[in-house]
């Protein structure tokens, strides 16, 4: 199954990419890997983790030319804004994870950091980054 038939399965539609608020690029290419700049939730009514991975989808789709050249997930790299003594970061980034196994299937599967940090950009409570495989 195509990745563009898995999200209207799912019944998700891709978010428009953020444009950066600063000077970096949404996603670069490199070889076989996308590389998408930290994601903010920049939709408000869906979990933060969970809206971050759908705009880093966006973001490496835009930068293949299309969803369905993304064939997977390799790294997500999960920013939580917390206090000291939080330590429940892993369970926010699942959010991101689990919205990405539910798209890619076994494909999706990464390896994962999930980081607790005092701030995030524009007082964000999570900021994802991921690398895709592409095709």
Known sequence: MSVAARLAELGI????VVPPVAAY??????????????????????????QSALNAV???????????????VVKVTGFVASV??????????NGASEVLGDIFGEAGRHARSAV???VLPLDSPVEVEVVFSWA
């Open 13 to 16: 539609e891709l978010p428009s």
């Open 25 to 50: 690029l949404p996603a670069t290419v490199h070889g076989d890997l996308v590389y998408t700049s930290g994601q903010l939730p920049m939709v408000a009514g869906s979990l933060p983790a969970t």
């Open 58 to 72: 966006a973001a490496a789709a835009a930068a293949v030319g299309g969803v369905d050249r993304l064939v997977g």
């Open 84 to 93: 000291p003594d939080f330590t429940g970061q892993p369970g926010v980034i």
């Open 116 to 118: 607790g940090v005092p």
